[in-house]
């Protein structure tokens, strides 16, 4: 089945780099110059099978500072109990307000994850709709699983155990995941390994990884 994510052209006010630059500097796992704007190197996205939460992983950098992996989501309302991963809040001109979360902290995220990397469902195709015509969105970069393909996965639940740092850890009751936040920076581990390619990183780089519990 073909994973698709819906666009809208529309504005946000403060925009996801604003957001990730005022957050960024207090991670304890950025590497960046102080008060440098952030930019946007590449991202991919995944698919939320409910259809309520926007789920995005942008590659980023401050200044001359390396290149950052920043999963993250967007939601409608607040995820209860989630204060401690959230980025901030934001308007959207067509959806109105946004909360935006550190996805490691989010459970819809893990699901996904896990999907991608022990099903191979890899990521979502970007589309806009036009006076009711699809027009899909050239990825800005590709990932690519080492998982067979057919795990069932239907089974991750929420979070029970998230270590922010890098990489950060989220462990459910069945599966263990781990997401690189300086991709390239020597995180190798066991596991079956989500990879992405993007302008200028012609060669996979490990992105995230995933062990069946």
Same mark, same amino acid.
């Given at each position: ?60 950098? /401050? @200044? #001359?500072?390396? +290149?950052?992996? &920043?999963?993250?989501?967007? $939601? ?5 109990? %989630? ?18 979360y ?7 995220y ?17 589309f ?17 699983s080492?998982? /067979? @393909? #057919?795990?069932? +996965?239907?089974? &991750?639940?929420?979070?029970? $155990? ?5 990489? %950060? ?45």
């Amino acid at each position: 089945m073909r994973r698709m994510a819906l666009l809208h052209r529309a504005e946000l006010r403060p925009t996801k780099l604003e957001l990730l630059a005022a957050w960024l500097p207090d991670r304890p796992w950025f590497h960046g110059p102080t008060g440098a704007d952030v930019e946007r190197v590449a991202g991919y996205r995944f698919d939320d099978p409910a259809g309520a939460v926007g789920i995005e992983t942008m590659l980023v950098r /401050a @200044g #001359d500072g390396p +290149v950052h992996q &920043v999963p993250l989501t967007y $939601r409608g309302a607040p995820l209860e109990g %989630a204060d401690a991963w959230l980025v901030g809040t934001t308007h959207h001109s067509v959806l109105g307000p946004r909360w935006v979360y550190d996805a490691c902290g989010d459970p819809v995220y893990a699901a996904a994850l896990a999907a991608a990397i022990l099903a191979g469902t890899g990521q979502a195709e970007e589309f806009f709709e036009v006076d009711g015509e699809r027009q899909v969105r050239p990825p800005s970069m590709s990932v690519t699983s080492s998982g /067979a @393909g #057919d795990v069932d +996965v239907a089974s &991750v639940g929420a979070p029970r $155990r998230v270590v922010d740092g890098d990489p %950060a850890l989220i462990g459910t009751d069945t599966v263990e995941l781990a997401v690189v936040r300086r991709p390239g920076a020597g995180h190798g581990r066991a596991g079956a390994t989500l990879a992405g390619t993007w302008p200028g990183q012609p060669t996979p780089l490990p992105l995230a990884y995933a062990t069946p519990r």
